[in-house]
């Protein structure tokens, strides 16, 4: 121990002398110490690196309500949710029969149209306007857009098509276009989140 | 620069080498906070204070980054972004109580750096650049501190932009003028907001800017120490590493428990409530304080009640709170006592103990309290003293004062026993 009276040698510092089995004492306080500081900053950059995810307001604007009953078959509307568009299709009978003719298990996302709707309401079809693939809005949900080669949507960012189930059958998109959580508050209002 | 026995730098690995032939980081590193730089072996705690204040600039600089992105600089939303930040933002309200209290211990580091300065005599030759460039940075942080407290946009903010650029207004003939161009309107809005929030985000890289310098210069003579007797030889140093990163470090353990004290159990004990009030540009508050670390100098400006001569009370008060800190850049030569700690300067250390540190408490003191008697009349007091200590006390002192013999080294102080002969 340096006290005020025994002279230190700069160039051997006290820690250098070794114990049984090259262990020193102070190897103990050395690796407590650094394992507690390391705690430490782990619990720092925790909140600050978490603090960059969604805020609790943003988190708030997570549910709409929306209603449905202009929508005539055949029609689409576009609305926002958490700051995305989303698609509301009314879907035809043709279209339905067109979505329920595919054998599911030549896709690249396997999901029937039932999978992708309501019991009783497979009309209609509620998916988010983000295109799986990096996320442009895909045409189709407006009046006059093109709807791409399987009648559903296409995206024009790298031409990605989707069909009358809002399923990825041509073009880089990976995986069929979201379908949010949703439920039918009553036959015209459907409540999205 | 170092002590000719001060341990060499060799890389261990290839890599290290390799870097070392073209940009020898760890070298520098080495050399300035390493086994490479010979540091006086009798630093007392006073010496923890410097790395305490480089921390708490970084806990301010990481926090504010943060802050930052959910802040918005506009008068009619900096409000209620604070308040969103406190609590919307995942751990918002702690980082924010972190930049606040980290702001008050940023200033208690610095205060006990300069003041450990001020009594060991670090401010004298060869010393005295370090000491000219520490007056900048504390220069540099007070227009920091005071252009960050504006930003919440509360009442306190709102009246302490008016009052602060109102200093200005003084200036003879041009005062007017200069407060609309540092407002950018006839009272804060959202031109002085958007403009304090640039400079508030850019000054803090400008403080580290010149803390390098600072540190540069600190390492050219080495520290000082308690004995002010400069380093003769191998025996009065340790190697930084590890005798002072493991007290420094230490220390920091220390002083972070009392951070996060403040932090959790009283986070706006410094604070005042009316900040969290929205600025109204129609109502003043009753009593308008500014931040704690600025009371000293609030109360040198309060002092001057009378016009002397035919120089406006206005005027003079504000002349005499910039000299206040302005003084300190002539400290050196003001002090021309050869003995640097107060330690072997019996006059001198009554002066400081007795005269300067209650005086700088009272002025204090006085700073937060109301524009009442009898703080006015002790302002006055205290400020005369104040000016009297550097002007005239300090420069009689040093020709007037016997100081106590000095040991022969830092060795020789320490344990008893003379330096060994270099060899
Ligand atoms: C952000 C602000 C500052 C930082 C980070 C800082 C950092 C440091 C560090 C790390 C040291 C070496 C360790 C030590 O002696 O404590 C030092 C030395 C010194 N500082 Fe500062 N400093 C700051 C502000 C100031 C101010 C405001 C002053 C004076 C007005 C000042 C005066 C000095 C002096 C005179 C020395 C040499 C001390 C000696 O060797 O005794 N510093 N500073
Ligand atoms: S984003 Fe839609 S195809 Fe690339």
Not at chain 1, 81 to 96: V, Y
Not at chain 2, 118 to 145: C, D, F, H, N, Q
Not at chain 2, 192 to 215: E, K
Not at chain 2, 229 to 238: I, R
């Amino acid at each position: 121990m340096a006290s005020v009276d025994t002279t230190v040698e700069p160039n051997d510092p006290v820690t250098s002398e070794p114990g049984i089995g090259g262990v020193r004492r102070r190897d103990f306080i050395n690796i407590a110490a650094v394992s507690f500081a390391g705690v430490g900053v782990v619990a720092t950059v925790f909140p600050l690196v978490n603090q960059m995810n969604p805020s609790a307001d943003v988190l708030a604007l997570s549910s709409i309500e929306v209603d449905i009953s202009a929508i005539e078959p055949g029609q689409a509307i576009k609305s926002s949710w958490r700051k995305q568009p989303i698609f509301i299709r009314n879907l035809t009978a043709p279209e339905i029969e067109a979505a329920n003719q595919v054998d599911i298990s030549g896709l690249r996302d396997p999901e029937t149209l039932a999978d992708r709707t309501q019991v009783g309401k497979e009309n209609w079809l509620i998916t988010l306007g983000v295109c799986t693939h990096l996320g442009c809005v895909p045409l189709g949900a407006a009046q006059g857009e093109v709807k791409g080669e399987y009648g559903g949507y296409f995206c024009p960012c790298h031409g990605s098509h989707y069909d009358t189930a809002g399923r990825t059958r041509k073009g880089p998109a990976p995986t069929n276009l979201e379908v949010p959580e949703y439920s039918f508050l009553t036959d015209t209002v459907v409540k999205i989140g | 620069m170092s002590f000719p026995w001060a341990q060499q730098y060799k890389p261990t690995t290839e890599f290290g080498q390799w870097m070392d032939d073209r940009l020898p980081v760890g070298r520098m590193i080495y050399n300035s906070l390493g086994a490479g730089y010979p540091t006086p072996r009798n630093l007392n705690y006073m010496w923890n204070f410097g790395s305490l204040a480089g921390v708490f600039l970084v806990v301010q600089i990481v926090t504010g980054i943060i802050l930052a992105m959910h802040y918005a600089a506009n008068a009619e939303i900096a409000f209620d972004s604070v308040e969103h930040i406190m609590r919307d933002v995942n751990s918002g309200w702690m980082i924010r109580y972190a930049h606040a209290n980290g702001a008050s211990f940023f200033f208690i580091a610095i205060y006990l750096h300069i003041g450990r300065g001020l009594y060991y005599g670090s401010y004298k030759a060869p010393r005295e650049m370090i000491w000219l460039l520490g007056v900048v940075i504390y220069l540099l942080a007070m227009a920091t501190a005071f252009m960050g407290y504006v930003l919440p946009w509360g009442q306190m903010s709102f009246w302490g932009a008016k009052v602060i650029t109102g200093l200005f207004e003084a200036i003879p003939l041009v005062g007017k003028p200069i407060q609309e161009l540092l407002l950018g309107g006839f009272a804060p809005d959202n031109a002085a907001l958007n403009r304090f929030f640039s400079l508030h985000y850019l000054l803090p890289f400008v403080i580290a800017g010149v803390i390098i310098m600072h540190i540069w210069a600190l390492h050219i003579p080495g520290s000082n120490n308690p004995t002010g007797v400069s380093v003769k030889g191998k025996q009065d140093t340790v190697p930084f590493h590890p005798f002072y990163t493991a007290k420094d470090g230490w220390f920091l353990g220390l002083a972070l428990i009392f951070f996060t004290g403040m932090m959790f159990f009283m986070p706006n004990a410094l604070g005042h409530a009316d900040n969290y009030i929205p600025a109204n540009p129609l109502s003043t508050p009753a009593h308008i304080v500014p931040e704690w670390y600025f009371w000293p100098w609030y109360a040198i400006l309060r002092a001057f009640t009378f016009d002397f001569l035919f120089v406006p009370a206005k005027l003079l008060g504000v002349l005499a709170m910039f000299s206040a800190i302005l003084v300190w850049f002539f400290l050196p030569w003001l002090d021309k006592s050869p003995v640097r700690s107060g330690d072997y300067r019996p006059r001198f250390k009554k002066f400081f103990w007795f005269g300067l540190i209650p005086c700088i408490v009272i002025l204090g003191i006085c700073g937060g309290a109301p524009a009442e008697e009898p703080y006015v009349m002790l302002s006055q007091l205290a400020s005369a003293y104040y000016f009297a200590h550097f002007l005239i006390i300090l420069p009689l002192l040093s020709r007037i004062e016997k100081p106590k013999p000095l040991p022969n080294s830092i060795t020789e102080a320490v344990t008893g026993k003379p330096l060994p002969q270099a060899s």
